[in-house]
């Protein structure tokens, strides 16, 4: 299935980005390169400023005689050998913001596509705790090569019971066109999105400070408590929500204002919280 409306790919802290094996082997001139993989780099890169709660990386990183090879009767030529410069990611993606690398295809005699665990099935990663561990609860998947090692992170996401959504214009096929490989994922649960609109809703959100005028202006009101909480919940619950952890906060300590007399705020506090959103 498509991703739910635009709304529903709002980046929140309980989502993850998994950046597949955005390795220089893979980019074009390599030994396996995967035509226009080069040109995603910038696409990711914005996509990694956005406030997931966690941004991991894979990279293949393979022993010199591994199983995948053609000089041992596998598909592909030699490639992401490790300790090399092919495996290394690429140097113009944004990997200050990549909380988290793992490596795989580590092991001589097995291949291993998938983020979650190698293709025997036979040894995890350990990605899923992590993830659990971090809170979250959705995952998109972006990189190279979509027709092998993103689909297959996506498939053992979705299998593990994350929400699960592949950025198809952040990602490169080997052979497989981007439209067959999107319609088989479908149809095993994964949904699929453009990066594009992901941004653009991103984009849409009110600034902190934006936010912080609007609230200012109804604390000059007589009745401001409850406009001033109805106008927070509505910020915090719509598409525009925040985008940082301390300006949700905040706005909830407003929201709850009218809760009852226990919650009620007076002018000096609330005016403090607005300026506090204002200097996120």
């Given at each position: 299935?498509?991703?739910?409306?635009?709304?529903?790919?709002?980046?929140?802290?309980?989502?993850?980005?998994?950046?597949?094996?955005?390795?220089?082997d893979f980019m074009p001139g390599g030994p396996l390169g995967v035509a226009g993989a080069d040109?995603?780099?910038?696409?990711?890169?914005?996509?990694?400023?956005?406030?997931?709660?966690?941004?991991?990386?894979?990279?293949?990183w393979h022993p010199a005689d591994h199983v995948s090879f053609d000089m041992?009767?596998?598909?592909?030529?030699?490639?992401?050998?490790?300790?090399?410069?092919?495996?290394?990611?690429?140097?113009?993606?944004?990997?200050?913001?990549?909380g988290v690398v793992l490596r795989k295809g580590m092991q001589p005699d097995l291949d291993s596509y998938s983020a979650f665990e190698d293709n025997a099935r036979a040894s995890r990663t350990g990605l899923d705790g992590l993830l659990r561990g971090r809170g979250i609860n959705r995952v998109f998947v972006a990189g190279v090569a979509l027709d092998y090692c993103v689909a297959a992170t996506a498939r053992d996401a979705a299998r593990a019971g994350f929400a699960t959504v592949v950025l198809t214009d952040?990602?490169?096929?080997?052979?497989?066109?981007?439209?067959?490989?999107?319609?088989?994922l479908v149809s095993e649960g994964v949904e699929t999105a453009?990066?594009?609109?992901?941004?653009?809703?991103?984009?849409?959100?009110?600034?902190?400070?934006?936010?912080?005028?609007?609230?200012?202006?109804?604390?000059?009101?007589?009745?401001?408590?409850?406009?001033?909480?109805?106008?927070?919940l509505e910020?915090?619950?719509?598409?525009?929500?925040?985008?940082?952890?301390?300006?949700?906060?905040?706005?909830?300590?407003?929201?709850?204002?009218?809760?009852?007399?226990?919650?009620?705020?007076?002018?000096d506090a609330v005016h403090a919280i607005i300026n506090r959103i204002r200097s996120v």
């Open positions: 299935m498509v991703a739910n409306g635009h709304s529903g790919l709002f980046i929140k802290p309980a989502d993850a980005l998994l950046v597949i094996d955005m390795q220089v040109g995603i780099v910038p696409l990711i890169n914005r996509l990694c400023e956005l406030p997931f709660g966690l941004i991991a990386a894979t990279q293949d041992r009767g596998g598909p592909w030529p030699m490639h992401c050998v490790a300790g090399t410069k092919g495996a290394a990611l690429v140097p113009d993606l944004a990997q200050a913001h990549i952040a990602c490169r096929s080997v052979a497989q066109s981007a439209a067959v490989e999107q319609a088989a453009h990066a594009v609109d992901v941004l653009a809703l991103m984009d849409r959100g009110w600034t902190p400070r934006q936010i912080a005028n609007v609230l200012d202006s109804l604390l000059a009101r007589k009745s401001y408590v409850q406009a001033i909480a109805d106008k927070a910020i915090y619950n719509s598409h525009d929500c925040p985008r940082h952890r301390e300006l949700s906060d905040a706005l909830m300590e407003l929201a709850v204002m009218d809760a009852g007399p226990e919650f009620e705020l007076g002018r």
